[in-house]
């Protein structure tokens, strides 16, 4: 992380120096700084001139002495708040009153590293992400007694040196890990209930939602010894919010060394750098197919309706399905289960579908089956799904299927953010579509599925759970009621 901060401020105009306590770690890296500027000579990408110049303005710091006449000190060392505040009291000692100091962490509190310093108002977060270079958002953070003057500087600072400067109160996770809780821990508990395995989740959140990576694929890139202790911090931070609640089956693979890509395995197997995975099943292949019934209640009916015409299926009109009729339900976070009982449906006939993304936006269809639908009819539907070629996956019964809880987690937790104040709600979708690669903000994406709809995925979700994780949050609700996008701006 120094050495991205270090190469994006030289190359914006700034005279940089390096310094770490483990000795030659400084040198090398500047030797590693000034061969990526060599390889982007190579490409064509940068000329000889700005790589001399580049090269004349990073140096080596023998001491932190050196940073005596220093404008700004960035911190980018280890996550402990002991050592932190132990390196910003000596560096206080060294600078001038007017030197900014700012650390990197992303996950301790900059009011607590900043509570030992003579003057904390002068003191700041500045989270990067990683590869610097390439991940063009950095976190400006507010500590309890940090002038705003300064958090304007370093947002213009930012912007000097190519990155889009997001403003963050001093709350756990800042933006990006907070608003990220909802992606890895809603997926763990998928899992975790046996609705489905890792290598489906991930196919199923990359073709109906559009994400690049699946959240396991995201875990074993990251690595667990990252990314769990990461989810326990926020989660004990706030005082074990159950959105936040972490997951015994990270816990064991850290324990194990399943890291992730680094040490070979993870959720997945890595050979040589390449990640393993076991092709999907081809779609059964069925004699006869029964018609199909669509609940008067299904989530995108029309759509619904015309899908299963243009499939070729036969569909049925009656006010009720016939006797041996496939009964197709779309519910929104209720489960097939529950649908099925209420509307007093034959649960053997009875299989669900996921309705909350537009078919024709996604490239898979997710079905889900009741503990009672029969074989015949569960590969009878699979099997009509997937006659246009799109891919299909067949999950056990879960409220909500994979998608909506997802989602719903992830749209949720950004309000609750907005709620509290953490940042603006472009500032929340700007650092999150930046330092997370999701396809859309948080709140964006809330209004593409329609904050009404997510708004029943979340209350029926608490139904049928009855855990508080799911509990829509005000903010969220105020907007549903009033019909209002959730990225509209309050006066």
């Known amino acids: 992380m120094g050495r991205g901060i270090a190469q994006i401020a030289a190359q914006a105009g700034s005279q940089v120096l ?47 002495q050196a940073f005596a006449d220093c404008d700004l000190v960035i911190e980018a060392i280890v996550e402990n708040l002991d050592i932190k505040r132990t390196v910003f009291k000596q560096l206080e000692g060294v600078v001038s009153d007017s030197a900014a100091l700012v650390t990197n962490t992303s996950s301790l509190s900059v009011t607590a590293i900043a509570a030992g310093l003579r003057r904390p108002e002068r003191f700041a977060g500045f989270h990067f992400f990683n590869p610097v270079p390439l991940m063009k958002v950095v976190e400006v953070v507010a500590g309890f007694k940090t002038e705003p003057a300064l958090c304007r500087r370093l947002a213009d600072f930012a912007s000097d ?44 959140l990359k073709d109906q939602a559009g994400f690049r990576l699946g959240p396991f694929e995201l875990f ?34 850290l324990a194990a060394g399943a890291l992730g890509r680094k040490t070979g395995e993870g959720f997945y197997r890595y050979v040589d750098g390449a990640m393993q995975t076991s092709a999907e099943a081809p779609a059964p292949t069925v004699g006869h197919v029964p018609s199909f019934w669509v609940s008067a209640r299904a989530t995108r009916r029309p759509e619904l309706l015309k899908l299963v015409h243009e499939l070729g299926a036969q569909l049925e009109t009656g006010a009720t399905p016939s006797s041996t009729a496939i009964i197709l339900v779309a519910p929104l976070g209720f489960d097939v289960t529950t649908v099925a009982a209420v509307d007093h449906l ?10 909350l993304p537009a078919d024709a936006a996604t490239k898979r269809r997710v079905l889900a089956t009741n503990p009672a639908t029969r074989r015949d009819i569960r590969d009878a539907a699979h099997s009509v799904f997937a006659r246009d070629g799109k891919a299909v996956s067949v999950i056990r019964d879960s409220a909500g ?42 709140l964006a994406m ?11 995925v979340l209350f029926n979700l608490q139904t049928v759970y009855g855990d508080p994780r799911y509990r829509p949050s005000p903010w969220l609700r105020r907007r549903g009621a009033l019909g209002l996008s959730l990225t509209h701006q309050e006066e």
């Open 161 to 204: 040196m190519g990155h889009s400067a997001v403003q963050a109160k001093d709350t756990p996770g800042f933006i990006v890990n907070h608003a990220g809780r909802g992606y890895g821990t809603e997926a763990l508990r998928i899992v975790g209930e046996s609705v489905t395995d890792f290598a489906t989740v991930d196919r199923i």
């Open 346 to 355: 034959d649960a053997t006939r009875t299989i669900g579908i996921d309705m």
């Open 18 to 64: 390096l310094f770490d306590s483990q000795s030659d770690a400084a040198s090398r890296g500047r030797e590693s700084i000034v061969a990526q500027w060599r390889k982007l000579q190579e490409k064509s990408r940068l000329n000889s001139e700005d790589l001399e110049a580049n090269t004349a303005r990073l140096a080596v710091a023998e001491s932190v």
């Open 401 to 442: 299927f994979v998608t909506q809880r997802v989602i719903g987690s992830i749209v949720n937790i950004a309000s609750d953010m907005c709620q509290q104040g953490v940042c603006t709600p472009a500032d929340l979708d700007t650092a999150v579509r930046f330092g997370l690669g999701y396809p859309q903000g948080p």
């Open 446 to 456: 809330g209004d593409l599925y329609g904050p009404t709809n997510i708004l029943e």
């Open 220 to 253: 074993d890139l990251t690595a667990l010894d990252v990314s769990h202790p990461v989810m326990e911090s926020i989660y004990h931070q706030y005082y074990e919010e159950p959105r936040f609640r972490p997951s015994v089956i990270t816990a064991q693979r």
